[in-house]
């Protein structure tokens, strides 16, 4: 089947790419002192010149002091993180590419003794961990407030320093994540509830970096109905259910949804064969990037699984196919990337390289 729908250019408003394929946002812990350095400007320079269309940025922490959970991983504030960043968006623009930060707070999965400031514990919604265990800071009104504001000055920063959009990490089971999350959400305030009223932290953050981007600056969300504290966690299980999720998210202001999934070719709802980022793309009429495991034949780790899936390489047909049905407007692509800065430009050209293994080193490499 021709890749020339992975191809074809895609536009939202002022965001112009020149195709549809997406770099997944990857964490990678290469940022010595939280700070961006020329081996991350090297690192997403290649993955420009190699063809992506948008490179979403691995998590990058807002300014809270427990948003890191993870060492070595770069801040989106402070003086020296925000020059390291505006080096990196120069050189993708210089490659032609798009970039966004994602924007990440980690929430109740912080440890205590993370640097630089380890008497700070995790924050979460009720102060669980897992559902059922409680060992970390419930938030406040005022934590709740402090975080949204974070939020917002990560958007307005990165809006300054030249980003073309912005996404906020919403799924995995981090902090937005766990206040969707009834297993982790049992408050009784505002902050709490059904399924609609676990999204008003996420609507309020959203709400707030608008009123600092303004309305034409991109903002995304990604999301999971997966956790990784849960792999078979769901926030909706049905289109109804789904459609509440969804539209106040959509009311706040929201642009594009990035619909993670671990397969992207399984049905989410039996009532089709439309995966994840398909069923919100019906329910809500705005775009979607679907991703996982794309050119693979399988997920990078199963639920209880020790160490990393040896995925072989696998068709796009039924990705193009589903792409070209309009199922969909974006793929983002991760391991593939990892291991082959050129990918895109090498399936564009008809060449379907494809990768052999997958191993936890070519994960953190720096190729």
Not at 321 to 346: H, K, M, T, Y
Request: with cysteine; net charge negative.
């Amino acid at each position: 089947m021709s890749q020339s729908a992975l191809f074809q250019p895609f536009q939202l408003g002022q965001l112009e790419l020149k195709n549809r394929v997406v770099m997944a946002p990857m964490t990678r812990s290469f940022s010595p002192g939280n700070i961006p350095n020329d081996k991350n400007i090297a690192y997403y320079k290649r993955r420009a010149a190699g063809g992506v269309g948008l490179i979403v940025t691995e998590g990058t922490c807002v300014g809270h002091k427990a948003a890191n959970g993870y060492p070595n991983v770069p801040y989106i504030y402070g003086k020296e993180a925000l020059e390291g960043w505006r080096k990196v968006v120069e050189a993708v623009h210089s490659e032609g590419g798009k970039i966004m930060p994602q924007l990440w707070h980690v929430g109740s999965l912080r440890r205590e003794g993370m640097e630089p400031e380890p008497e700070v514990p995790g924050f979460g919604p009720s102060g669980l961990v897992k559902p059922g265990k409680k060992r970390c800071h419930e938030m406040t009104e005022s934590d709740i407030a402090d975080v949204i504001a974070a939020f917002a000055k990560a958007a307005a920063d990165s809006k300054a320093i030249g980003f073309d959009g912005v996404e906020i990490h919403g799924a995995h089971g981090y902090l937005i994540d766990q206040f969707f999350w009834a297993d982790l959400n049992e408050r009784t305030d505002k902050w709490g509830g059904d399924l609609f009223s676990r999204t008003r932290f996420a609507t309020e953050i959203i709400k707030a970096i608008r009123a600092e981007v303004g309305p034409d600056f991109p903002v995304m969300l990604r999301w999971s109905q997966w956790k990784q504290q849960e792999y078979s966690a769901r926030l909706a299980t049905s289109p109804q259910e789904l459609e509440a999720f969804t539209t106040p998210l959509v009311d706040a202001g929201l642009d594009i949804f990035h619909c993670s999934t671990r397969r992207f070719w399984e049905p989410e709802f039996e009532e089709s064969d439309l995966n994840l980022a398909g069923w919100v793309k019906k329910i809500t009429g705005k775009p979607t990037i679907t991703v996982g495991s794309v050119g693979l034949d399988a997920a990078f780790a199963e639920e209880g699984q020790s160490g990393f899936s040896e995925a072989k390489p696998a068709s796009l047909d039924n990705l193009i196919s589903r792409l070209e049905n309009n199922e969909f407007d974006l793929v983002a692509v991760g391991r593939a990337l990892i291991a082959n800065p050129d990918w895109a430009n090498q399936i564009a050209a008809g060449d379907n390289v494809a990768l052999q293994s997958y191993t936890k080193e070519m994960l953190t490499s720096l190729v």
